[in-house]
């Protein structure tokens, strides 16, 4: 059967995709996180692999991962039509979650990575103990590194947020 998309439109509509099923996840994590009371962070602050939750107190990074496009080992599948094509893919993008979690560390973050199924109801309350104890021991253990008043831009943020989202965030 030939293929209707070109490959450029192919990765346009994975696009979309890929974006509608994180964003599902994201909006799940962020009210977890409300409803659970744990605060300091913030959403898409621009950082090194644009991680999708910052607390840039504690130094952790949370990354929510769609099942699908990241490649979860339980629910990762491949599509039947240009296995090639989609198995390069996922290995790219395992490829890149891998590069970027291994440079966060090295600057001093933590780094968590979510599966959209750890949110689960029978699963989110483990999810939320990883977090919570994260969220203490980045920040014991930052503390006599960094101490009072010693976070700046530069050791905080890999890359300064760009003019549009500083202005969107002090807006708010
Ligand atoms: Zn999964």
Not at 58 to 76: A, K, L, N, S, T
Not at 130 to 153: C, M
Request: positive net charge; glycine residues 8%.
């Amino acid at each position: 059967m030939p293929d209707v998309f070109t490959t450029e439109q192919r990765s346009l509509v994975m696009a979309g995709i890929r974006s509608k099923g994180n964003k599902e996840t994201e909006l799940r994590m962020m009210a977890l996180l409300k409803a659970n009371g744990i605060t300091g962070w913030r959403r898409h602050w621009p950082l090194l692999g644009k991680p999708d939750f910052v607390f840039r107190k504690e130094r952790v990074v949370i990354f929510v991962d769609g099942c699908f496009w990241h490649g979860c080992p339980q629910h990762g599948r491949r599509p039947g039509q240009n296995r090639e094509y989609w198995d390069a893919k996922m290995l790219r993008n395992k490829k890149r979650d891998r590069d970027v979690t291994r440079e966060l560390r090295k600057r001093g973050w933590k780094v968590l990575r979510v599966w959209a199924h750890d949110l689960t109801r029978a699963r989110r309350a483990r999810c939320l103990a990883k977090i919570r104890r994260s969220l203490e021991t980045q920040a014991t253990s930052n503390a006599p590194i960094l101490g009072f008043g010693h976070l700046t831009a530069d050791t905080v943020l890999a890359l300064p947020p760009p003019p549009s989202v500083r202005h969107a965030r002090l807006g708010r």
